[in-house]
C-alpha cells in the first residue's frame, strides 16, 4: 500500500532557530500533500495544503513566512518551521493523496515529527 | 468554519464489549473517514464512506455514513486490547481532493 515517510521522527531545536520537516511519498506520486499540526490530547488542526510546483495554501491563522513549504518534486514537499519558539513546540504530521488514474485510495499519513523547541 | 462534533471524548470499558461512537456536523460531507491514531504516530485509515446510506465494514468496525450526510457512526464489536487508541472521524465537503477536517477524536481504553 502507499507509503508515506516523514523525516525526522523527532527533533530539538534551540529558540530562534530553524526546522525543516521532510513528507515524501514512497511509492506513489502526490500533487497534493496536506501538513497539520496536533497539540497534546488535541485533533489534527490543518495547517497548508501544498500544492507541486505551485505556492502553498495557508489556513485561517496560520503564518506563512513562519512556516515555510516546499513541494518540488511529485514525491517531497518539505515544513520549515523558521525561528522557533516554545510555543511551536508540537506534532507537526503530513499527508499525501494517493490517485491512481480515476481510482482514489484515500490519504496516506505519515508518522508524524514532535518538535521541542527549548 | 466547518466544525464535527465528536462522542464520546473518551471510553473506558471492558475487554470483549461492543463500542459505538459517532459526529456530526451541522455541514453536509461527501466523504466520511474514520482513522485510529496510537501514541506518537500518524493516523491511519480504518474505513473510508463516500455515499449517503453506505455501511461499510472492516473486520469487527463498521461504519456508516449518514443518510443526511451530517453524521457517521463507528462501532466495534468485541473490543480487544490493541483497540485501544485515538479515534477520529474526519470529513470531506468538496471532491476527494478536499481538504479533510478532522473531529475531535474518542480515546478509547480497555479493561482486560
Known amino acids: 500500500g502507499a507509503v508515506v515517510s516523514q523525516h525526522p521522527s523527532w527533533v530539538i531545536c534551540k529558540s530562534g532557530t530553524s526546522v525543516k520537516i521532510e513528507c515524501r511519498s514512497l511509492?506513489?506520486?502526490?500533487?497534493?500533500m496536506f501538513w497539520y499540526r496536533q497539540f497534546p490530547k488535541q485533533s489534527l488542526m490543518l495547517m497548508a495544503t501544498?500544492?507541486?510546483?505551485?505556492?502553498?495554501?495557508?489556513e485561517q491563522g496560520v503564518e506563512k513566512d513562519k512556516f515555510l513549504i516546499n513541494h518540488a518534486s511529485l514525491t517531497l514537499s518539505t515544513l520549515t518551521v523558521t525561528s522557533a519558539h516554545p510555543e511551536d513546540s508540537s506534532f507537526y504530521i503530513c499527508?499525501?493523496?494517493?490517485?491512481?488514474?480515476?481510482?482514489?485510495?484515500?490519504?496516506?499519513f505519515g508518522s508524524g515529527t514532535r518538535l521541542t523547541v527549548v | 468554519g466547518q466544525q464535527l462534533n465528536q462522542s464520546p471524548q473518551s471510553m473506558f470499558i471492558q475487554e470483549g464489549e461492543d463500542v459505538s461512537m459517532n459526529c456530526t456536523s451541522s455541514?453536509?460531507?461527501?466523504?466520511w473517514l474514520w482513522y485510529k491514531q496510537d501514541p506518537g504516530e500518524g493516523p491511519v485509515l480504518l474505513i473510508a464512506?463516500?455515499?449517503?446510506?453506505e455501511l461499510t465494514s472492516n473486520g469487527r468496525l463498521t461504519a456508516q455514513f449518514g443518510i443526511t450526510r451530517k453524521d457517521s457512526f463507528l462501532n466495534i464489536s468485541a473490543s480487544i486490547p490493541s483497540d485501544v487508541g485515538i479515534y477520529f472521524c474526519?470529513?470531506?465537503?468538496?471532491?476527494?481532493?478536499?481538504?479533510?477536517?478532522f473531529g475531535s477524536g474518542t480515546r478509547l481504553s480497555i479493561r482486560p
Open positions: 499527508s499525501a493523496r494517493d490517485v491512481v488514474g480515476q481510482d482514489y485510495y484515500g490519504y496516506t
Open positions: 511509492d506513489f506520486q502526490a500533487t497534493t
Open positions: 501544498s500544492n507541486e510546483g505551485s505556492k502553498a495554501t495557508y
Open positions: 455541514s453536509i460531507f461527501n466523504t
Open positions: 464512506l463516500y455515499k449517503a446510506g
Open positions: 474526519a470529513g470531506q465537503i468538496g471532491s476527494s481532493a478536499s481538504k479533510i477536517i
